[in-house]
């Protein structure tokens, strides 16, 4: 599978703004696809991620209450919703998806087989 990350751009603090992960190929419906992000000179981290099939969610807790992912497996996309953004928020976004991954590594990134280019999210105090 591909994937394409959009959605990207300057929002203002306390603003929103929505992501999107466009996937390419088949069985989309059987990919957890997850957003990890990375920040100037830190590590990638992991934000959410939506499983195969039922589409539970997970968050971190830094954007629990704040972000919503969601999945349209009919567009073969997913969605992050971000609100109440703050200027820690800025980062590179990066979606990411894996086939039947198991529940205990939905927020580890070298189990994720498949990468989006990333989409730049930058917030302005």
């Known amino acids: 599978v591909q994937l394409q990350a959009s959605g990207g751009g300057l929002i203002q603090a306390g603003g929103s703004r929505r992501l999107s992960c466009s996937a390419s190929g088949s069985f989309f419906i059987n990919y957890t696809v997850a957003w990890f992000r990375q920040a100037p000179g830190k590590e990638r981290e992991f934000v959410s991620a939506?499983?195969?099939?039922?589409?539970?969610?997970y968050y971190d807790d830094f954007v629990k209450g704040r972000f919503t992912i969601s999945r349209d497996n009919d567009k073969k996309t997913v969605y992050l919703q971000m609100n109440s953004l703050q200027p820690e928020d800025t980062a590179v976004y990066y979606c990411a998806a894996a086939s039947f991954l198991h529940d205990d590594y939905y927020n580890v990134d070298r189990y994720y087989n498949f990468w989006g280019q990333g989409t730049l999210v930058t917030v302005s105090s």
């Open positions: 939506v499983k195969y099939g039922v589409g539970t969610t």
